[in-house]
């Protein structure tokens, strides 16, 4: 039972991986790693006719906290891949199913049908750095005069008047 649903997604994101007539569509499905995690994949057009494959994996129960990344890359680079898209697609999960955790670094993935020698290095997926964590907030420090901080030098009476009016 579980073959034919994963034939279908494969099949699917043949379909809107494949030649001109599919750019724009997008495709999705779930794998497991050897660890257990269980990844979910959707496939996105990106800009300049890349294509980008994020993930998000959920570790075994108790395991830890949920990992996203995604993979970039030119795949119609590959002169291969206009023929054969949905065996390049394959190949590609197949590759990610094997690693233990598929959002740590490693290697460029890349499919049997376009690497090393057989396509330029664009072809390969490589993964997206991580975006950095935004740095804390800075507090604001509260001015002796709001008044200095918020109104223009010429209406510092008029506006002191209304702050003390206001903090009462």
Do not use: K
């Amino acid at each position: 039972m579980r073959l034919p649903l994963a034939l279908l997604a494969l099949l699917a994101l043949g379909a809107a991986a494949g030649g001109g007539d599919g750019a724009g569509r997008e495709a999705a499905g779930r794998f497991s790693t050897p660890e257990q995690h269980r990844c979910s994949w959707e496939l996105r057009s990106a800009a300049g006719g890349a294509s980008e494959l994020r993930l998000s994996c959920r570790p075994p129960a108790g395991g830890g906290a949920a990992r996203s990344c995604a993979y970039r890359g030119e795949p119609r680079r590959c002169p291969a891949y206009g023929a054969r898209s949905r065996q390049y697609w394959r190949q590609i999960l197949g590759r990610l199913r094997r690693r233990r955790h598929p959002c740590a670094r490693g290697g460029p993935l890349s499919a049997r049908l376009c690497g090393p020698g057989r396509a330029p290095p664009e072809a390969q997926l490589r993964l997206l750095p991580a975006p950095a964590p935004s740095p804390p907030a800075a507090t604001a420090q509260p001015s002796a005069e709001p008044a200095e901080s918020y109104c223009a030098q010429r209406w510092h009476s008029l506006c002191n008047f209304f702050v003390g009016f206001w903090e009462g």
